[in-house]
């Protein structure tokens, strides 16, 4: 294939990726999670309205840019049945619709929506009331911080990857504290799995650039300017020191590595990040201990892997990172 080949291959595979999204998903997930905003749509591996004394552990996994939960659902139930762990491990997917997905599955009007990919960036649904995406997952996790339905939970993983480990990531920045949590002894860790971008906490980059051709390389999403409402009231520094003390696990997958792949980010404030996945996420590491030389973070490879969120998940590397 010549150069030409690939790029119009290329630019046809991001077409059918936009034009999928336009058209919206094709599963729904079946269960509700109601909250005062509306109703996120979300999938389950038990039913948790009613006490599960077994469930030690609960993993919530976040879908990409495909808000394919169900699939991701799946990719959860699996890690942990290989890994010995469904009984006392409850799944849960929750699926951050937007408009076109709600207009395709003729969706009642209570079932929360974002427009676009907004979700990914923690920014407020657009219906029917405002809750950020972020901030959705602390309703999740204050629910399952009720020991009268989970007696004997004592972990709680929030995984995400690609479009997902976008969010986990961000979520753990700028993620609200749950002091019950820490009152019952329930720990709290996230797993970011092959990302497109990081959120970096000052204007420094591994890759140079002309600040003048990209004046928005350091604003939300991808550094401290402009930061969501959900964050409103924290500070760049506060935030950071937050981030640096939480349990984190990059996973990053060995052939994750094209730097043309359809749905990598190729903006100009991505790109001032490396050139694909894998080494964005060395780069972001190593920032990070540049910052902070104590830093517990922990960084994990999926040898042979690309950018393939089952995998990712169900390799011996991504269920030990799971499920320690």
Avoid at 23 to 43: C, M, N, Q, T, W
Avoid at 109 to 119: A, F, S
Wanted: aromatic share 8%.
């Amino acid at each position: 294939m010549n150069k030409r080949s690939g790029l119009l291959l290329g630019l046809l595979m991001t077409c059918s990726s936009a034009w999928a999204a336009e058209e919206g998903v094709k599963v729904i997930s079946p269960d509700r999670f109601h909250l005062e905003a509306g109703d996120l749509s979300l999938g389950l591996s038990q039913d948790w309205r009613q006490p599960l004394p077994q469930v030690t552990r609960a993993l919530i996994i976040i879908h990409g840019r495909l808000r394919n939960a169900q699939t991701y659902l799946k990719s959860g139930e699996d890690a942990a049945q290989s890994a010995g762990q469904s009984a006392n491990t409850l799944v849960i997917a929750p699926q951050f619709l937007n408009e076109s997905d709600v207009k395709r599955n003729q969706l009642n009007t209570q079932v929360l929506r974002w427009h676009g990919n907004d979700w990914m960036a923690g920014e407020p649904s657009i219906g029917p009331g405002q809750v950020s995406s972020y901030g959705a997952l602390d309703q999740i996790i204050k629910h399952l911080g009720n020991r009268k339905l989970f007696p004997a939970l004592k972990e709680i993983v929030v995984a995400g990857h690609s479009g997902g480990g976008q969010v986990v990531q961000r979520f753990a920045l700028t993620g609200h504290d749950h002091p019950t949590l820490k009152t019952e002894g329930i720990s709290l860790r996230y797993v970011v799995a092959n990302p497109s971008s990081y959120a970096y906490f000052s204007p420094q980059r591994p890759v140079k650039f002309d600040v003048a051709s990209c004046p928005g390389f350091n604003d939300w999403k991808y550094g401290m300017q402009k930061l969501p409402e959900y964050a409103k009231g924290q500070s760049a520094e506060v935030l950071e020191q937050t981030y640096v003390a939480r349990d984190i696990t990059y996973l990053l997958g060995q052939k994750d590595t094209d730097p043309n792949h359809p749905a990598l980010d190729k903006s100009c404030e991505a790109e001032t990040q490396g050139p694909y996945r894998l080494i964005r996420g060395h780069n972001y590491f190593d920032y990070l201990k540049q910052r902070h030389p104590q830093l517990s973070h922990k960084l994990v490879e999926v040898p042979g892997v690309g950018h393939d969120g089952d995998k990712m998940f169900t390799a011996p590397e991504g269920r030990k990172v799971l499920f320690p």
